[in-house]
């Protein structure tokens, strides 16, 4: 017999549906912004890499190649989503959920009822959390990358709704995908991290295929000795409450910076002192000294980035950019090595723990500090910030929503010289279009907004 947990989820997913107007409205920006940051993403290597291990004959991609079949296009599309490390994040279920989501049930060669992928969609940002909460937050203080472990629940739960399956049938998809679950946060850094939001959602869509042809796995995978007692780390909730089990789109924080959102609220402040001292900031002696609570930055793992991709897990990385050029964007984070003034600045910022403070590795608790110091040691001016830029606590504009997007699906025109395949099904639902390009015609996509201007393109970075 199924445990309460088990059973309180399969029937959460069940009877997930699109909700009322303002939450479908969340659902289409989430959708929105996963769209935009995977054409962006299409051409970076760990894309490249995988289309090039997994090109055949079957089922398309987003981009609209043709892959060894529907596993291998979901996988690259959700490896696509995640390669910029600029999607969507849900705190409360330590993962990157959108990512891993809706590659699992919008297909661009399948034409599923809008209000279903939205319900889906729900669903699966339901599971994210429950799953969250049953495990504990140890979990991913542990080392596990929370996008490639719950998010196969997430995936498995969402495609499983798509599908119509029954409790049972659920119950062994989520067996099924915690057979596959996997990440862990020591490949942050490197092309591995993506592929590991790939394998996730490949997952979640096998569970849910198996469990539907008649595969049956245990009916409680979160049974003594089961999934949370060996994942977990003894702090999760045996028996959630109902807030556990609800779609919370409201929840997710909307990335405004392509890098790790553990660097993001020191973003916030560099960008907050860079504004109240103009030129001021990039005075030789000027030094900064920043505090942060104690272990909210555990996963910035560089100190001093020797590429893009360990340039995201950079707090003084992130921070030098933002004093000296304003928000970070996608050219801060390309193939090629740091700028020589950003490393100069690097040996100019002291970054360390608050002691006063100890997050207990939550990244949003607390508060960040910058005293800005003149050459002779003298203080010149204090910051603190304590919300995050684009989370619940300091939403994104609309505005600033549609002009990241609408940047991101320029790259990939400029990358690739057409359109990206997926537009037309995703502008067809008014809940995804009102924030992908709200007032615009297909290919007029405005001006990129700062997080992807002056990007140079692949066909650049190349010389071609």
């Not at 390309?334 to 020589?340: I, L």
């Not at 201007?453 to 692949?458: A, C, I, L, P, T």
Request: with cysteine.
């Amino acid at each position: 017999m199924a445990s309460n947990f088990i059973a309180r989820l399969s029937a959460a997913v069940r009877a997930s549906d699109a909700g009322d107007t303002a939450h479908r409205d969340l659902l289409g920006r989430a959708i929105a912004d996963t769209v935009g940051v995977a054409a962006a993403g299409w051409a970076e290597p760990a894309v490249t890499a995988s289309l090039k291990a997994y090109e055949g004959g079957g089922a398309r991609s987003w981009s609209g190649d043709a892959l060894e079949g529907e596993d291998a296009a979901v996988m690259i599309d959700a490896i696509a989503a995640h390669a910029l490390d600029f999607d969507d994040v849900y705190l409360d279920s330590a993962t990157h959920p959108s990512a891993v989501i809706l590659p699992a049930i919008l297909r661009i060669d399948r034409d599923d009822d809008p209000d279903e992928i939205l319900a889906a969609f729900a669903a699966g940002l339901t599971a994210a959390l429950a799953v969250a909460r049953r495990v504990g937050p140890g979990h991913y203080h542990r080392g596990w990358h929370g996008t490639g472990t719950i998010g196969a629940f997430a995936a498995a739960a969402a495609a499983g709704r798509l599908r119509r399956l029954d409790e049972r049938q659920l119950a062994s998809a989520f067996a099924l995908a915690a057979a596959q679950s996997g990440g862990l946060r020591v490949n942050f850094g490197t092309m591995a991290k993506p592929a590991q939001a790939g394998l996730a959602a490949a997952a979640g869509l096998r569970a849910a295929r198996l469990a539907a042809a008649g595969l049956q796995g245990s009916p409680d995978i979160f049974a003594p000795g089961g999934y949370a007692d060996l994942y977990g780390a003894d702090d999760g909730i045996a028996d959630p409450g109902e807030d556990a089990f609800r779609s919370r789109p409201d929840l997710l924080a909307v990335k405004l910076y392509p890098c790790c959102y553990a660097s993001h609220r020191l973003i916030g402040l560099a960008l907050d002192a860079r504004a109240a001292l103009g030129a001021r900031v990039a005075d030789a002696g000027a030094r900064f000294r920043v505090l942060a609570p104690k272990r909210s930055l555990e996963v910035l793992r560089y100190d001093r980035p020797a590429s893009g991709l360990e340039a995201k897990f950079s707090g003084p990385y992130c921070i030098a950019t933002a004093l000296l050029d304003g928000a970070p964007g996608l050219r801060h984070f390309d193939e090629t090595a740091p700028r020589a003034d950003i490393l100069r600045l690097l040996d100019r910022i002291e970054l360390s723990d608050a002691s006063a403070q100890d997050s207990g590795g939550d990244i949003t608790a607390g508060e960040v500090t910058m005293d800005v110091l003149d050459g002779a040691g003298e203080r010149i001016a204090r910051f603190s910030r304590q919300a995050i830029p684009g989370s619940p606590q300091d939403p994104p504009s609309r505005a600033a929503v549609a002009a990241k997007l609408a940047g991101c699906v320029a790259i990939f025109e400029s990358d690739f010289g057409r359109s990206f395949p997926l537009l037309p099904k995703v502008l067809a639902m008014p809940e995804v279009a009102a924030w992908l390009m709200p007032g615009a015609k297909e290919g007029q996509h405005g001006r990129p907004g700062a997080c992807t201007e002056g990007f140079r393109s692949r066909r650049d970075l190349a010389g071609r």
